[in-house]
């Protein structure tokens, strides 16, 4: 549970041009991000820098030197003018537990999601990012460090004031809501907390991905065993392995194997293609659930291209029974995270604003979260019934809590958060931000 220093949601007339990077997968995200107080004229230039996958496992100075020279790229691009007295401001979505003493800083706990990038673990991403910009002498002024999850939430309240949690169900898998500080115990006693009215409500990023590190509640498989064993930081992550999408498709094909091995499945065929880690992605599982031919032969010709096997009609049927209780296992987990928010803080209505390739590709994945969030928070088939705001029957849209499509957190919800930093240096309210904004 991390405090953001993220203080309440926004009014919707936050204004200002800001620029955002977006840290987390194979590209990263640069925009220019324009406000104007009003959710209907929201101006986006975006751009992608592809970041080659030797640098998720590489320096810290190699990552570092591509984000600023993307970003150096990008200004020169859309032909941004800041200055050393006027610099552009910068919100920066880090997706990765980080402790923040203030928000202009962050320090990066461990990385996760199968980053494993030498000399950031245990330092401050801020401070890293402002040396490699300065080095370019980018007229930029880094105003916030922001998680995926926090920047949906306040993306997506910015638009709907339902709006109750920021959810991401993609490579990784968490959520981020908002507290009152007097709750906060763990930060009761700081200074910065003491400047502020006890009622303030705050962002907590969860980081529950990290749920169960001791491995002492959930149930789990020898192939989940051999994921966290595999993984770079075995031990950590042990409820983001189960349940998100970096790690589906990996179960499934691990389980293929050792069926393989055990003589079970694909006898006699080399599997050479299967035995390449992480080659399996949640689309092709999707995939394989959804085939409706009647022979299943959709999945069939998949396998045969990717990985050039055939399959008889039990692997088939096989397979699909595979891929379906990976998916439900996911999907379950992904609704007790956000049971367990709204049981702590006994909300009983509004919108969980998720985004994610899991929430956005998979077919299934809503409905099966609808239905499980129903049965952890015991709704009665009534109360569903009468509230279904599609009116189809949608599980995820059933009841009083209710999935929505989050807004652009990396991009708008970063600038909504920094717009949010400054007005309140402006009003001299300077708890928690190191900075001056200037
Ligand atoms: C991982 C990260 C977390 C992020 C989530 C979704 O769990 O640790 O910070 O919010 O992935 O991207």
Known sequence: MYVTWVLGFPTGKETGDFLT???????????????????????????????????KTGEASELWSFVAESLKTFIEEQSLKGTKE?????????????IQEYIDQGVLQTWTKGFDIKGIEGKDVATQLRTAMSSLDLPVKLVAVVNDTTGAMIASSYHDSQTIIGAIFGTGCNAAYMDKISNIRKIRSSDEIKKLDPETPMAINCEYGAFDNARKVLPVTPYDDQIDAQSPRPGEQAFEKLSAGLYLGEIFRLIILDMHARHLIFTGQGIDKLREPYSIDTSFLSNIEDDDTPDLSTSAAEFQSTFGVSMTQPERQFSRALAKIIAIRGARLCATGIAAICRHQNISSGHVAADGSVVNKHPKFKKRWGRALGEILDWSQSEREERDESGEGDESQMGPIVLTSAEDGSGVGAAVIAAMTLERLQRGEKAGVKGTGE
């Open 86 to 98: 006027k610099p552009l401001h910068l919100g920066f979505t880090f997706s990765y537990p980080a």
């Open 21 to 55: 990077i977006d840290l987390g997968g194979t590209n990263l995200r640069v925009c220019w991000i324009s406000l104007r107080g009003n959710e209907n004229e929201i101006g986006i230039k975006q751009n992608s820098y592809k970041m080659s996958p030797k640098i």
